[in-house]
Nanobody, 114 residues
Framework: QVQLVESGGGLVQPGGSLRLSCAGFGFTFWNRDMKWYRQAPGKERELVASISGDSSRIFYEDSVKGRFTISRLNTRSTVHLQMDSLKPEDTAVYFC???????WGQGTRVTVSS
């Protein structure tokens, strides 16, 4: 059974940091592109970052470049999103996604507020 379990969200002040994690179960992880999306209240879900299976290709959405870092550990079937210098506009529910699988986890909520 395919599962994606996100964790690490929370409430943080502007300028703070959070590290999101996603564990994958029930599918071949190591050769699959993994992505982080987010959905802010009243907005469509948007791609934030992606990483290829061997970590050689990485993409960031323009607004997070230089602040967010995506990484993965294939031996543990996990993908991470290190988020630094957080801004209120980063507030959203964050989801990880495995390319080729039509499956979304529950997501983890990030709130950036003073």
């Amino acid at each position: 059974q395919v599962q994606l379990v996100e964790s690490g969200g929370g409430l943080v002040q502007p300028g703070g940091s959070l590290r999101l994690s996603c564990a994958g179960f029930g599918f071949t992880f190591w050769n699959r592109d993994m992505k982080w999306y987010r959905q802010a209240p009243g907005k469509e879900r948007e791609l934030v970052a992606s990483i290829s299976g061997d970590s050689s290709r990485i993409f960031y959405e323009d607004s997070v470049k230089g602040r967010f870092t995506i990484s993965r550990l294939n031996t543990r079937s996990t993908v991470h999103l290190q988020m630094d210098s957080l801004k209120p506009e980063d507030t959203a529910v964050y989801f990880c996604y495995a390319d080729g699988l039509n499956y979304w986890g529950q997501g983890t909520r990030v709130t950036v507020s003073s």
